[in-house]
Nanobody
Framework: VQLQASGGGLVQAGGSLRLSCAAS????????MGWFRQAPGKEREFVAA????????LYADSVKGRFTISRDNAKSTVYLQMNSLKPEDTADYYC?????????????????WGEGTLVTVSS
């Protein structure tokens, strides 16, 4: 399974971006999906996750109320809508497919990882 993340870019603080993650196989429609990010010099951290049916979502406290994760299983694609962006949101963003149908905050619960897409928020 290959995951292709896109939608990153440069945006001013307070702006919005929508990231997309397209899967190469429809089998991930049965998997939980997540977004993680890694800023320069920092460890990878959890951002958001969604269950296979989209009825359960999880968010990091730092993005709650600003970011929204969603999925379209017909397109085998997961989205991350990011609003009210802050400079501290600057990072490489990675999507991942979980080993199970559930959403999870733990990187070890994810089996497939995509390449990162860079988000830069200027102040």
């Amino acid at each position: 399974v290959q995951l292709q993340a896109s939608g990153g870019g440069l945006v001013q603080a307070g702006g919005s971006l929508r990231l997309s993650c397209a899967a190469s196989r429809r089998t991930v429609n049965n998997n939980g999906m997540g977004w993680f990010r890694q800023a320069p010099g920092k460890e990878r951290e959890f951002v958001a996750a969604i269950s296979w049916r989209g009825d359960s979502t999880l968010y990091a406290d730092s993005v709650k109320g600003r970011f929204t994760i969603s999925r379209d299983n017909a397109k085998s694609t997961v989205y991350l809508q990011m609003n009210s962006l802050k400079p501290e949101d600057t990072a490489d963003y990675y999507c991942a497919a979980a080993r199970t149908s559930y959403s999870s905050r733990r990187p070890e619960d994810y089996r497939y990882w995509g390449e990162g897409t860079l988000v830069t928020v200027s102040s």
